[in-house]
């Protein structure tokens, strides 16, 4: 059994979040232990967690927990992924998490065996399915890949839903286990670079954007999301239609904290 830090480490953080008020009021720390890992596609990897503190825990599809996965001297290294699904009778949280590349989370992610320990604090975010929308458009790559399905699924039958996803390859397409209508677009990048809006600003320019008052999630690269996020308000999306949020910026590390690290 191993821990992702080791308490000598943790008494010494100079930790922001010690005391989860202010936007962290309806949060709670979780300490997770690794129940089991997988890897599900050649760029996904899926970890069961366990706690105790999931007892009575309550999320909306979309939201994360943040983990903390590494530290920097004293301060602390923390990671967000969205929660793929909750068992609450087994207290099993899943997480997909994207491979991509040699930061501190996917390292922690890579050497996590079952009985590994590590520090949580959620549920975060702010984007989940709107109630009123006639109709759900979600446009992400893969980082965005747990977050869009989550949400997709949690859908009800009545629900009409268009799904446009960017991936490496077609080796990486999951199965959508939705109730509602909804139309999947897998873009293959095979082999081209992550964050180049190309692939999905031509969908974004072209999608079907159906009758009535519907509502755009735009999920990924920092840029890619500016860019979606223009496209669909020239074509008619009202500010209040649309929820952007960026989980990482080409050529950049993420911050500390876990969200993408703003320009100097």
């Known amino acids: 059994m191993t821990d992702a830090?080791?308490?000598?480490?943790?008494?010494?953080?100079?930790?922001?979040?010690?005391?989860?008020?202010?936007?962290?009021a309806g949060t709670?720390?979780?300490?997770?232990?690794?129940?089991?890992?997988?890897?599900?596609?050649?760029?996904?990897?899926?970890?069961?967690?366990?706690?105790?503190e999931l007892d009575g825990f309550g999320y909306l599809p979309g939201q994360d927990v943040m983990l903390l996965v590494a530290a920097e001297g004293t301060r602390p290294?923390?990671?967000?992924?969205?929660?793929?699904?909750?068992?609450?009778?087994?207290?099993?949280?899943?997480?997909?998490?994207?491979?991509?590349?040699?930061?501190?989370?996917?390292?922690?992610?890579?050497?996590?065996?079952?009985?590994?320990?590590?520090?949580g604090i959620g549920p975060r975010g702010k984007i989940s399915p709107s109630p009123e929308a006639d109709w759900h458009l979600f446009m992400g790559d893969e980082s965005a890949m747990p977050a869009i399905l989550a949400m997709t699924e949690s859908l009800p039958g009545d629900s009409e839903a268009t799904v446009?996803?960017?991936?490496?390859?077609?080796a990486d397409e999951q199965e959508v286990a939705a109730s509602a209508r909804t139309r999947v677009s897998w873009l293959h990048r095979l082999g081209g670079q992550a964050g180049d809006p190309a692939a999905l600003s031509a969908e974004a320019a072209e999608v079907e954007l159906p009758r009535g008052s519907?509502?755009?999630?735009?999920?990924?690269?920092?840029?890619?999301?500016?860019?979606?996020?223009?496209?669909?308000?020239?074509r008619g999306l009202a500010e209040?239609?649309?929820?952007?949020?960026?989980?990482?910026?080409?050529?950049?590390?993420?911050?500390?904290?876990?969200?993408?690290?703003?320009?100097?």
């Open 240 to 264: 209040d239609q649309m929820s952007p949020k960026a989980y990482w910026g080409r050529g950049r590390a993420n911050a500390g904290h876990g969200e993408p690290a703003r320009d100097a």
């Open 28 to 52: 709670r720390k979780l300490h997770f232990e690794v129940a089991t890992t997988e890897q599900v596609s050649p760029h996904m990897q899926r970890l069961e967690l366990t706690a105790a």
């Open 164 to 170: 446009v996803l960017e991936i490496p390859d077609s």
């Open 77 to 119: 290294v923390r990671r967000r992924y969205t929660i793929r699904r909750l068992d609450p009778e087994r207290r099993a949280l899943t997480l997909d998490i994207v491979l991509h590349g040699e930061g501190p989370g996917e390292r922690w992610v890579r050497s996590a065996r079952p009985g590994d320990r590590i520090e």
């Open 5 to 24: 830090l080791p308490e000598t480490v943790l008494a010494a953080l100079d930790d922001p979040f010690a005391q989860l008020t202010g936007s962290l």
């Open 214 to 234: 519907g509502h755009a999630y735009l999920l990924g690269e920092a840029k890619v999301v500016l860019r979606l996020r223009e496209i669909l308000a020239r």
